[in-house]
């Protein structure tokens, strides 16, 4: 399938996102709800069973080391974190519990899988997965547990990657892949990896690894919306306080359109007015179009504003096409 077909199916029908999956964690605890909320920077505490939200868990500094999200359900709260960052997650997370009745644990049997697009609740039907029919219409992180003949018991949740809604289901690995190979052999395309990452740069989704990183903040990063403010004490709370309350905000998180062709490499770094202003951290372009970046660019640098990459082959020219809000 062509790269522009693959775009076209996506915004019209279903595919198959790529990707090694989330490492999926399990919370208990009578006070699982309310230390989560204690502990990370989100609004856990009066999320229904059935809800989720974003959060981070952040450093005494402020700086983002994970971001979750967190799904409420009965007994228990599910978390999805980044792949290969489950055991630092439940370490992070579990040095605080010390007087709280919280337990956390890593669920190495399981794994996610994404589809996205508008039909991806009909193309999970189509190969036996029940999914409930309101759930890509209820609110970002709703979700819900249904058992598939074919595939055995999955949780399903409703989700957002590289711009687009879609649904993402936790399955053991075996019945990941075999759900997987059942919607390829069912005509749901995968997705390639380079769309999904031009998408995700055009999106201004921050990712772990190139944009959320333990040297950053989430303000500068585009997660500003995983804070509440209403809330009392969590950890990094102090730092985060002060930056919103004093606006001292130096750099943050923008999309780049690039002049030309060429495309720039991650950590080249950004000359504005002369001057240092930052950094490349993702690059992406999509079909007949200009490669866009994300970069972490000094806040006096104005949207509109044109920006030079040092680039090994040459310098290269690019436009602030896009900010991120961060406060969100």
């Given at each position: 399938m062509s790269d522009l077909s693959e775009l076209q199916t996506l915004r019209a029908s279903a595919v198959?996102?790529?990707g090694a999956g989330h490492d999926v964690l399990r919370a208990t605890g009578n006070d699982r709800v309310s230390f989560l909320h204690r502990i990370t920077s989100g609004k856990v505490a009066g999320t229904e069973p059935g809800q989720g939200c974003r959060t981070l868990l952040l450093d005494v500094r402020g700086r983002v080391l994970t971001s979750l999200l967190v799904f409420v359900r009965g007994k228990s709260v599910r978390l999805i974190a980044p792949g290969g960052q489950g055991v630092e997650t439940v370490a992070g997370l579990s040095k605080y519990a010390i007087m709280d009745d919280f337990q956390i644990v890593l669920e190495p049997d399981l794994t996610t899988l994404a589809v996205l697009g508008p039909h991806s609740a009909r193309a999970l039907a189509a190969v036996g997965v029940p999914v409930p029919p309101s759930l890509l219409e209820a609110p970002l992180y709703a979700h819900a547990e249904v058992t598939s003949e074919p595939f055995g018991p999955l949780w399903i949740a409703h989700g957002r990657a590289s711009g687009t809604d879609g649904l993402c289901v936790a399955a053991s690995k075996?019945?990941?892949?075999?759900?997987?190979?059942?919607?390829?052999?069912?005509?749901?395309?995968?997705?390639?990896?380079e769309i999904a990452?031009?998408?995700?740069?055009?999106?201004?989704?921050?990712?772990?690894?190139?944009?959320?990183?333990?040297?950053?903040?989430p303000v500068?990063?585009?997660?500003g919306a995983a804070i509440d403010h209403t809330k009392g004490c969590y950890v990094g709370q102090e730092t985060i306080v002060r930056m919103r309350d004093r606006g001292i905000i130096r750099k943050?998180?923008?999309?780049?359109?690039?002049?030309?062709?060429?495309?720039?490499a991650l950590g080249d770094k950004l000359v504005a007015q002369d001057q240092a202003a930052g950094q490349i951290t993702s690059v992406g372009c999509l079909p007949g179009e200009k490669p866009v970046a994300l970069a972490i660019l000094a806040a006096a640098i104005p949207v509109g504003a044109t920006v030079r990459i040092q680039h090994g082959e040459g310098p290269l020219s690019a436009e602030v096409a896009a900010e991120s809000r961060p406060w969100g």
């Open positions: 198959l996102a790529g075996t019945a990941r892949d075999g759900l997987a190979q059942a919607l390829l052999d069912r005509g749901t395309p995968r997705l390639s990896g990452e031009a998408l995700r740069v055009a999106a201004m989704e921050p990712k772990p690894g190139n944009e959320i990183t333990p040297d950053r903040f500068e990063i585009g997660l943050r998180l923008v999309l780049l359109r690039l002049a030309g062709e060429a495309t720039p």
